[in-house]
Structures are given as C-alpha cells and as structure tokens.
C-alpha cells in the first residue's frame, strides 16, 4: 500500500498550491480520502474529506471557500486545490484513505506560506 503525495511547495500569500495524492495497493475507490495537515507543535488537523465516490465532502473552517478536494477513482489520485494561501497554512500535509477501521497514511508533502 502505498500514498504518495506531491505538489508541495513554497508560495506567496495569496498564491496558490494545488496537492495530489497518488494511491495504490488497495481498492481506491472503496475508500473515503481525506487531507490533513500538521504544523510544528500542534496535532494533526483534518483539512478536508470526500467520500469514496465523491459525493460528499466536508471541510474544516479554516479550509472552506479556500480549499477544495476532488478524486479521480479512474486515477486512483486525490486532490487537493488550495487558494488564497495564508501564512498559517504552512504545515505538512497529509494524505489519508480510510475504510472502516482500515486507515493509511502518506509520508507528507511541506507547504510553506511566506512572503
């Protein structure tokens, strides 16, 4: 099993980033994926979540109108686009899928918000 996330990088405020994570090892399209995102000195925080066909998808505070999240189960990938970067986005991001009590994680990609 495997997660791979790129796209990471560093950007202005107010730029622009868009992640991806790259799936294989399991049946994608069973799995309900998520991003998270964890900062120097603070827990993991959940970014945002999209079912396993797409349909539902939910957003913490500070992502929504900002951040949006989409799959291609054809691809086996999930996405993440974040606009409107503010410095307090800075923080390792994470992929997630989860499947019942099934959960794998990527290794991360750094987004770095600074002028």
């Known amino acids: 099993v495997q997660l791979v996330e790129s796209g990471g990088g560093l950007v202005q405020p107010g730029g622009s980033l868009r992640l991806s994570c790259a799936a294989s090892?399991?049946?994608?399209?069973?799995?309900?994926m998520s991003w998270y995102r964890q900062s120097p000195g603070k827990e993991r925080e959940l970014v945002a979540s999209?079912?396993?066909?797409?349909?539902?998808?939910n957003y913490a505070d500070s992502a929504k109108g900002r951040f949006t999240i989409s799959r291609n189960n054809a691809q086996n990938t999930v996405y993440l686009q974040m606009n409107s970067l503010k410095p307090e986005d800075t923080a390792m991001y994470y992929c997630?899928?989860?499947?019942?009590?099934?959960?794998?994680w990527g290794q991360g990609t750094q987004v770095t918000v600074s002028s």
């Open positions: 997630n899928g989860k499947r019942f009590n099934t959960i794998y």
């Open positions: 090892g399991f049946t994608f399209s069973s799995y309900a």
């Open positions: 999209i079912s396993s066909a797409g349909v539902t998808t």
